[in-house]
C-alpha cells in the first residue's frame, strides 16, 4: 500500500533560522487551535503536532485512524515528490529543462553531505546553486524547514498559503509516495 505525503518545503530558510522558525511553526498551529504538540517528543528533528480543534483548516476530511497529523522538520533535507513521476531540473535564470543527470546526482549527494552544492546550466552557462533550480512537478526540495502531512486527503490551498505567510518565504508544495 505505501505511505503518501505531503510537504510544504521552505525555499529560503537558512540553517541556522531553521529551528527558530520551526518553533515559531508550531507556535503557530497552537495557538490558532489547529493542532497540539505531541504528547512526548521523540525526535529532535522531527517534531509531531497532533489535530486540533480547528484541525479541519488544514484537510476537507478528517481521518479517524488516529494518524492525522503534522510534522516540522528541521535540519538539511532532501524533499521529493512522486518518484514515479519525477521531474526535470529547470534553470531559474534561462527556464531551459535540463537533463537530470550525473552532474545533478552528484550535486545532490554534495549537498546532503555538506549543504553546499552547484550545476552549471548547460544552455545559458550560469553556475546556479543546487536549491536555486526548479523542477518539474516540484519534483525537488533542498531545505532546513518543511512541514510533512502524512497519508492524509489533500492540504487546504487557504493553509497553505497561511503556513507561507507565517514563514515568511516562498515555499514549494511536494507530494508523493513511498
Ligand atoms: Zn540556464
Given at each position: 500500500m505505501g505511505s503518501t505525503y505531503q510537504t510544504i518545503a521552505?525555499?529560503?530558510?537558512t540553517a541556522e533560522e531553521a529551528g527558530a522558525l520551526g518553533e515559531r511553526v508550531g507556535a503557530w498551529l497552537v495557538a490558532e487551535g489547529i493542532a497540539v504538540p505531541e504528547?512526548?517528543?521523540?525526535d529532535r528533528d522531527k517534531t509531531w503536532y497532533l489535530p486540533g480543534p480547528r484541525w479541519s483548516h488544514v484537510t476537507d476530511e478528517r481521518r479517524?485512524?488516529?494518524?492525522d497529523g503534522l510534522a516540522v522538520v528541521t535540519g538539511r533535507t532532501v524533499f521529493f515528490g512522486s518518484p514515479s513521476t519525477g521531474g526535470s531540473p529547470i534553470c531559474p535564470h534561462c527556464a531551459a529543462h535540463v537533463p537530470h543527470d550525473g552532474a545533478f546526482h552528484a550535486a545532490v549527494d554534495a549537498w546532503w553531505a555538506t549543504g553546499l552544492a552547484d550545476v552549471r546550466c548547460p544552455v545559458c552557462g550560469r553556475t546556479v546553486p543546487l536549491p536555486a533550480w526548479e523542477w518539474e512537478n516540484d519534483f525537488f526540495a533542498f531545505a532546513h524547514l518543511g512541514v510533512e502531512h502524512w497519508n492524509g486527503p489533500p492540504l487546504r490551498p487557504a493553509f497553505i498559503a497561511e503556513l507561507t505567510e507565517v514563514l515568511g518565504h516562498r515555499t514549494r508544495l511536494l507530494a508523493g509516495k513511498i
Open positions: 521552505d525555499l529560503e530558510a504528547p512526548e517528543p521523540s479517524s485512524l488516529g494518524t
